[in-house]
């Protein structure tokens, strides 16, 4: 790693988890870390198994979108084998885990915007992506990606200038990637642990959920609608009631506020 503060060592001497984390790769760089983490997998990887790249030259997001992680930036992927069931939790564990890690370390107040975006002053600081591998109805791996701006000066990236924040933009001064990461993984492995009680995960979840009460547009696909945000399913799709007054559960696609 380039930047001392991110090394395998410097993270395991501070994490004291028992699952999240127990065997740690890290890299300087690397095209994106869910392909290094789908390669693990696929080799027999222990659940629980983080991927670290200090920065990524192909880093990918959602809808097939590019993920810009240069050093400062903060991507990481877990490997998971969780039961097919827990599948829709994963996303909301995570979510929450980001919020957490982001809340102890800066004390700023980041929201979920379904999704899976995090948000600070409704500026994008993170965002989550989940690839699944399920053959005949078995999951055989799950990859959890995280991506984090934490040390960007996101007025120098035009690409995402309009959109995005970062923590050191939020907070005026450098914030510790690997600060950042340890909490991350300690909530994961924390939250993850909770995977029998999806009724108080949900409820958890929709808590720090600010799409929900919003007026919002949909698009997914060439559809797009708009509705007042209700509610989510116990799985987590989004109940958006259109003016018709018709009730539109959402599974993927994007979400912003109308
Ligand atoms: C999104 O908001 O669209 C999801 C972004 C996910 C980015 C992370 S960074 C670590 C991991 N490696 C990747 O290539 N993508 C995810």
Redesign the pocket.
């Known amino acids: 790693m380039s930047e001392a503060e991110l090394s395998p060592a410097g993270v395991m001497h501070d994490l004291h988890t028992s699952f999240i984390g127990q065997k740690i790769f890290c890299y300087d760089v690397l095209d994106?870390?869910?392909e290094a983490a789908r390669r693990e997998a696929l080799w027999g990887a222990t659940a629980g198994t983080v991927i670290i790249a200090d920065r990524?030259t192909?880093?990918?997001?959602?809808?097939q979108?590019p993920?810009l992680?240069p050093t400062g930036s903060l991507?990481?992927?877990i490997i998971l084998r969780p039961n097919i069931e827990y599948l829709p939790y994963m996303v909301m564990l995570t979510s929450m885990a980001v919020c957490n890690s982001i809340k102890s370390v800066t004390r700023l107040r980041p929201v979920i915007k379904w999704p899976?975006?995090i948000l600070i002053n409704e500026k994008?600081v993170s965002?989550?992506?989940i690839e699944n591998d399920i053959r005949n109805n078995s999951l055989k791996y799950c990859i959890i990606?995280?991506?984090i701006n934490v040390n960007l000066h996101i007025p120098d990236m035009p690409e995402i200038a309009s959109i995005a924040t970062s923590l050191s933009d939020q907070m005026g001064k450098q914030i510790s990637r690997q600060n950042i990461l340890v909490h991350c993984l300690t909530e994961m492995d924390t939250l993850y642990k909770l995977l029998p009680k999806t009724d108080y995960i949900v409820e958890r979840w929709q808590k720090n959920l600010i799409t929900l009460g919003q007026k919002v547009q949909v698009t997914w696909k060439d559809q797009i609608f708009t509705g007042t945000a209700e509610s989510t399913t116990s799985d987590g799709n989004l109940l958006v009631r259109e003016t018709s007054g018709a009730l539109r559960e959402v599974m993927a696609g994007d979400v912003t506020l109308a």
């Open positions: 994106s870390t869910m990524q192909q880093g990918r997001g959602r809808l979108r993920w992680s991507a990481f992927s899976n975006d994008k965002g989550i992506l990606g995280i991506g």
